[in-house]
């Protein structure tokens, strides 16, 4: 008798474990949803603003002198040659 109550037990034990772990996994899994439905807006915004950024300087007049300036070689180029750097200062 005694086994058969410590049996039943021991499965409800089982059972609410596993119902628990299902119900933090759904949970995580909202919570990634959710996260994800941040991040991806965040992302593609930060990206227009990188590249509305770098038109914009690539237009202005400073940067058009400089470029012919220096027989139009754009500017991150230049950093990234060494000998260029060199030879600009």
Same mark, same amino acid.
């Given at each position: 008798m005694l086994e058969a109550v410590a049996e039943k037990t021991r499965k409800f034990h089982e059972h609410r474990v596993k119902q628990r772990k299902k119900q933090l996994e759904k949970k995580d899994k909202q919570r990634r949803n959710q996260s994800l439905r941040k991040i991806k807006p965040q992302a593609s915004s930060t990206a227009a603003n990188e590249e509305s950024k770098f038109s914009k300087l690539s237009? *202005?007049?400073? &940067?058009? +002198? *400089? +470029?012919? &300036?220096l027989h139009s070689v754009p500017v991150a180029k230049r950093l990234c040659d060494k000998k260029t750097v060199h030879r600009i200062f």
């Open positions: 237009d *202005t007049p400073i &940067a058009k +002198r *400089t +470029r012919s &300036a």
